[in-house]
């Protein structure tokens, strides 16, 4: 059974910067994509970041720039550097894993119980 557990989570000031953190278990972690969602209140979750079993990575326009995904195939280890927050940034973050890197949240079959960011103005 996949387990995702998400970690880093805070609250912080604009500007700011923050560093995410999922641990995966029960699954071939360096065959799998993996990816950041977020989701605000009121709104449909939506992508952050997404990164390949190889490293290959790409990110939604509202963070690029800012925000940094890297994993550790050794330590089964998905992050996200975020720098330079703003206050649209605040949500609840959730990892996803699934053994492709599809593009609609719906589609993934393995998620974390979410970890709450909050950016203050």
């Known amino acids: 059974q996949v387990q995702l557990v998400e970690s880093g989570g805070g609250s912080v000031q604009a500007g700011g910067s923050l560093r995410l953190s999922c641990t995966v278990s029960g699954y071939p972690y360096n065959t799998i994509c993996m990816a950041w969602f977020r989701q605000a209140e009121g709104k449909q979750r939506e992508r952050v970041s997404t990164?390949?079993?190889?490293?290959?990575?790409s990110y939604a326009d509202s963070v690029k720039g800012r925000f940094t995904i890297s994993r550790d195939n050794a330590k089964t280890t998905l992050s996200l550097q975020m720098n330079s927050l703003k206050s649209e940034d605040t949500a609840m973050y959730y990892c996803?894993?699934?053994?492709?890197?599809?593009?609609?949240?719906?589609?993934?079959?393995?998620w974390g119980q979410g970890t709450q960011v909050t950016v203050s103005s």
């Open positions: 996803a894993a699934d053994r492709v890197c599809w593009v609609y949240a719906g589609d993934w079959r393995n």
């Open positions: 990164i390949t079993n190889d490293g290959r990575s």
